[in-house]
């Protein structure tokens, strides 16, 4: 190895590094602090959800686009549609929209 391989390959190491490291600080952002205001559970440190994604998937817009999605495949494709609805654990999405139905209800009436 030549000192130009050397150097081309340290250089690339350099790039590769701060690339990971560029990474690492958008999908692992530093906890937030627990009096910093935040008013969703996935605002904690430890929280549920703790990806992005989910927190966006769980939230008043997600959810309204899941539905779409999901009513769109249901007309495109129901064979698939009714297939992947036999994956998902019944009792666990029942609960969740019971739970989802009771909270907007008491939101509501507040």
């Known amino acids: 190895m030549t000192d130009r391989d ?11 590094a701060a690339s990971r490291e560029e990474l690492r600080r958008i999908f692992d952002p530093p906890p937030i602090e627990p009096g910093a ?4 559970a996935g605002d904690r ?13 769980m939230s008043g817009r997600g959810l309204g686009t899941l539905g779409a999605a999901a009513a ?6 129901p064979g ?6 036999r994956i998902l654990p019944a009792s666990a999405v029942a609960k969740t929209l019971l ?9 509501r009436r507040d």
């Open 45 to 57: 440190p430890g929280g549920f959800p703790r990806s992005r994604t989910m927190q966006i998937l």
């Open 37 to 40: 205001g935040g008013a969703n």
């Open 99 to 107: 739970i989802r139905g009771i909270a907007a209800l008491r939101a």
């Open 6 to 16: 050397a150097a081309a390959r340290a250089e690339i190491l350099a790039r590769l």
């Open 72 to 77: 769109g495949l249901l007309v495109a494709r």
């Open 80 to 85: 698939l549609a009714l297939r992947l609805l």
